[in-house]
């Protein structure tokens, strides 16, 4: 009975460190508003005006806020973590406790989470504010 302990716990700590969760990646802190979403099965797409109110707010302490025409709609906390899916050295992120990873792609004041293809949802969001 004691070698199958040893054994749980040794695979609940190789479980665990498997899991590779970066640092916050540089200029994702701030608020961002949603531009452009696209792609499903039903295959839309929508683009929306600056100033439409729709943004999600990364802090630095991991949580995130999301709103609608500015209200409130959604808070908790983000994970990232370090993958190879799409590329070799990417990196996706989670929202709350799911175990839903998205692709992300930050670049510059240009933010994108998720993928069309495959009859995934892709979000393009702009940099509004640090």
């Known amino acids: 009975m004691h070698k199958k302990k040893l054994l749980v716990i040794l695979l609940a700590i190789i479980s665990l460190a498997s899991c590779k969760k970066t640092s916050i990646t540089p200029g994702l802190i701030g608020k961002w508003e949603l531009r452009k979403k696209m792609g499903s099965i039903l295959g839309f797409d929508s683009v929306f005006a600056a100033g439409n109110g729709r943004v999600l707010e990364f802090r630095s302490d991991s949580g995130y806020l999301q709103y609608s025409k500015g209200t409130l709609q959604v808070q908790g906390k983000y994970h990232i973590r370090s993958t190879n899916y ?35 949802v892709e979000t393009d969001y702009q940099k509004i504010a640090n």
């Open 86 to 120: 799409p590329a070799a050295n990417s990196q996706s992120i989670s929202f709350d406790n799911s175990d839903y990873q998205q692709y992300f792609n930050l670049n510059g004041t240009n933010l994108q989470i998720g993928r069309d293809d495959n009859d995934g």
